[in-house]
């Protein structure tokens, strides 16, 4: 700071959290004060057994106090005193936000590999297969007694291949041409598969939306220990980072970080405001230093572009710093207790703090891939259609075998006869004929063995249309007006 003096009326030059710290120590302690700056602007570190900066005016008693951003460590604390911390701080870093653009890949961020994987090998393949194997196994689908060599009806196909395609199109929505299945547990298994899809679109456009807008982006290092950081040449490109020489950061890393000291000197800036700037203009990419400091001045950045990440290192406090033995420090220590205590420091803190940029405007928020445990309630889903339709295909044949020819005989013209006509099943033996005929009517045979087969079904319906006139002659004997034919 350049020289200011107090008089009755003004202040010159400075103001700030520590001036108005140091007026309110004036105020309590009744002292005056003047502010000079130290002559070779350095905070104070120990070069070859000699101190330089502010510690340098401590030591050789050129000054009574320092009140400033002074980081207390273990080796200041060797050759100046202390006062409590009245604020804490560590070393930090701050990068800037940069628009970043769409990734290629952007499509597939939505979900992470494990829930892809799961998806493509697991849910389709599930889905496509109990879908073939219930209606293979169904008895009014397709028919599992047929040989492989021979074709089923043309009213009816349905392969694997074909199963797959249904899959894929009710997955995606497309509107395609698809063969659904015939049998009942099939086309149940085939609505859960489109609940399935419904929900896994659902959640994939919701999550996309973010991906696919342009975001910012920056270098989210996770400390100062982080591998891109502690070990610069390791990682290809590298990052280019710094700090200010001669300050507490740069003699912690000095101590700690030799690689890493050494290959940021490079890039290291004469101050604070430098450093913040360097980064505001890619400069560099990273700026270590005092955390506080920092915090402070992103919260000024009026377009919010600055931000600091990952953990502090070194966790220490700012101290009122004087000569050995100082007359002064047990009260400056007393009035500091005080102040924390009452809450003026904190409600200088927030004052000063506190800028344009909150803290919770600068906060990154991203969408991040979904894991499994998100998506897990789907599969579930997926899972539980399965099994159910499982117990709808063995209730299925159980009806068919045993339940069919009892409601025939008993709900004649019915409810269960409506519904059966509905589901395209006939209860009675008419229909059943009308049935066979459809299939010899539309099937067009041209193995052999398909012909013996087609031979006996005519033989079997000649049989059955013989039996339907011997009955109703017997019906118009004994007086009973045969139903009229269903027309085809």
């Given at each position: 700071m350049s020289q200011a003096h107090r008089n009755g009326s003004y202040y010159q030059c400075c103001s700030g959290f520590c001036i108005d710290l140091l007026q309110k120590f004036s105020e309590e302690l009744g002292f005056t004060y003047e502010l000079v700056r130290v002559e070779d602007g350095k905070w104070g570190t120990n070069e070859n057994g000699k101190w330089n900066g502010l510690i340098a005016d401590l030591v050789n008693r050129k000054t009574d106090m320092v009140l400033t951003s002074l980081m207390i460590n273990a080796e200041r604390e060797a050759v100046v005193d202390f006062s409590v911390p009245y604020m804490e701080t560590g070393i930090a870093i701050v990068v800037a936000k940069r628009t970043?653009?769409?990734?290629?890949?952007a499509f597939l961020e939505p979900f992470d590999t494990a829930s892809w994987m799961l998806v493509g090998v697991v849910a389709i393949q599930a889905a496509t297969f109990t879908i073939f194997l219930f209606e293979w196994l169904s008895p009014s689908g397709f028919n599992m007694k047929l040989s492989f060599n021979q074709s089923p009806s043309p009213s009816h196909r349905f392969s694997l291949f074909r199963t797959y395609w249904l899959v894929w199109a009710v997955l995606f929505q497309a509107a395609v041409h698809v063969d659904s299945p015939r049998g009942f547990t099939a086309r149940f298994m085939t609505n859960v598969w489109a609940m399935f899809a419904v929900v896994f679109l659902a959640i994939y456009t919701a999550n996309l939306a973010a991906f696919m807008i342009t975001r910012e982006e920056f270098f989210e290092?996770?400390?100062?220990?982080?591998?891109?950081?502690?070990?610069?040449?390791?990682?290809?490109?590298t990052i280019k980072f710094g700090?200010?020489?001669?300050?507490?950061?740069?003699s912690t890393l000095a101590k700690y970080f030799k690689e890493m000291h050494a290959y940021m000197r490079q890039f290291n800036k004469t101050s604070v405001e430098q450093g913040v700037a360097a980064v505001l203009n890619a400069e560099i990419d990273a700026f270590i230093y005092d955390g506080t400091v920092l915090d402070y001045l992103t919260s000024q950045d009026e377009d919010c572009r600055l931000l600091t990440?990952?953990?502090?290192?070194?966790?220490?406090?700012?101290?009122?710093?004087?000569?050995?033995?100082?007359?002064?420090l047990k009260m400056f220590n007393k009035r500091l207790l005080d102040f924390r205590e009452n809450g003026?420091?904190?409600?200088?803190r927030r004052y000063w703090m506190t800028g344009v940029c909150k803290p919770?405007?600068?906060?990154?928020k991203s969408s991040d891939p979904l894991a499994l445990e998100q998506f897990l309630s789907a599969f579930l889903l997926l899972m539980a259609g399965i099994l159910l339709a499982a117990l709808l295909l063995l209730l299925e044949h159980l009806y068919f075998k045993y339940i069919r020819k009892h409601l025939a005989k008993t709900d004649r013209g019915g409810c269960c006869a409506l519904i059966s006509l509905s589901m395209g099943k006939s209860l009675t033996f008419r229909g059943a004929v009308y049935e066979a005929q459809d299939i010899l009517r539309n099937h067009r045979c041209r193995d052999p063995i398909c012909d013996t087969?087609?031979?006996k079904v005519k033989r079997e319906l000649d049989i059955a249309q013989m039996r339907i006139k011997q009955l109703e002659k017997e019906m118009e004997i004994h007086g009973i007006k045969p139903p009229p034919p269903c027309k085809r």
């Open positions: 970043g653009i769409i990734s290629p890949t290092f996770s400390g100062i220990d982080d591998s891109r950081l502690s070990r610069p040449y390791s990682h290809k490109p700090t200010i020489p001669y300050s507490h950061t740069d990440v990952g953990s502090w290192y070194a966790m220490t406090g700012y101290g009122l710093a004087f000569p050995r033995n100082s007359k002064y003026d420091l904190e409600r200088l919770g405007k600068q906060e990154h087969h087609l031979w």
